[in-house]
């Protein structure tokens, strides 16, 4: 198994010690139901190696943040989700709750209610796009 913390949650659901409803799973990914859904579908992609947020990848994760990425399709295909009504996108810090890198899926994002919308306000300072994170890293694979 991936390098994992101890007393993480998202550790601990990804080692099925904690509850969660687990979407899919293979051996470097889970995806789980967001416990305080934004919207109809509200879904976390994470690594199941313990990365402590989108600002410390590193370029030797590029793999495994192109996987997480490649997952949001998994995850729609298999829920029929609709495209144009999905927004994805990953907390920035300190603007994020868990300290486990996550990739937030959402949709349809018109069921979203106005508290919603603004915590998961694309390019905003704490919700940044994939392609963002992709920029900052620069010169990286990913």
Known sequence: MAEQET?????KIIR???????????????CIKDINPAST???????????????????????LFDKIVATVDIISEKLDLNPVSTRTGFHWPPFN?????HLH????????????????????????S???V???LGNCKL
Do not use: G, Q
């Open 105 to 128: 899926v959402i949709s349809p994002i018109e069921k979203m209610n106005v508290m919603k919308n603004m915590m998961f306000k694309p390019n905003s300072y704490w919700f940044v």
């Open 7 to 11: 007393n993480c949650i998202f550790c």
């Open 134 to 136: 992709k920029s900052r």
């Open 97 to 101: 709750t868990v300290n486990h890198l």
């Open 16 to 30: 099925n010690e904690e509850p969660s409803e687990k979407i899919y799973e293979d051996d470097d990914i889970t």
């Open 41 to 63: 579908h509200h879904y976390l992609i994470l690594p199941n190696k313990h990365i402590r947020n989108a600002k410390t990848l590193k370029p030797e994760d590029s793999d």
């Open 130 to 132: 994939i392609d963002y």
